[in-house]
């Protein structure tokens, strides 16, 4: 995985009005762990910290991991990350298109 990666082109940016969750949910699929990092780093809340959990997961410490699990109170995920972020998607999903 390289973290310095970004999206190019007409899809580089999330679709505007997408609250922070959102925008490091689209950035982590999008493969660019940097900018997803950045925008859940300094994010109090559960869901950012199951991201920031996810993230960590993505680049090898399981220790850093665990600690935004117990964050976000979630239990540590063991499963592949694909069906995590599948999971984190689908929970958080539907808060994000709340108008």
């Known amino acids: 995985m390289d973290r310095n990666d970004s999206p190019q082109g007409p899809e580089a940016n999330p679709p505007t009005g997408l609250p922070a969750v959102g925008r490091a949910l689209w950035h982590l699929r999008a493969g660019n762990w940097r900018k997803a990092h950045e925008i859940v780093q300094d994010d109090p809340?559960?869901?950012?910290?199951?991201?920031?959990?996810?993230?960590?997961?993505?680049?090898?410490?399981?220790?850093?991991?665990?600690?935004?699990?117990?964050?976000?109170?979630?239990?540590?995920?063991?499963?592949?990350?694909?069906?995590?972020?599948?999971a984190l998607a689908g929970e958080l999903a539907p808060s994000l298109l709340k108008p």
């Open 45 to 86: 809340g559960p869901a950012a910290a199951w991201i920031h959990a996810h993230l960590h997961r993505q680049e090898g410490d399981e220790a850093n991991a665990a600690y935004w699990y117990r964050r976000a109170g979630q239990p540590v995920c063991r499963e592949p990350l694909e069906a995590e972020w599948r």
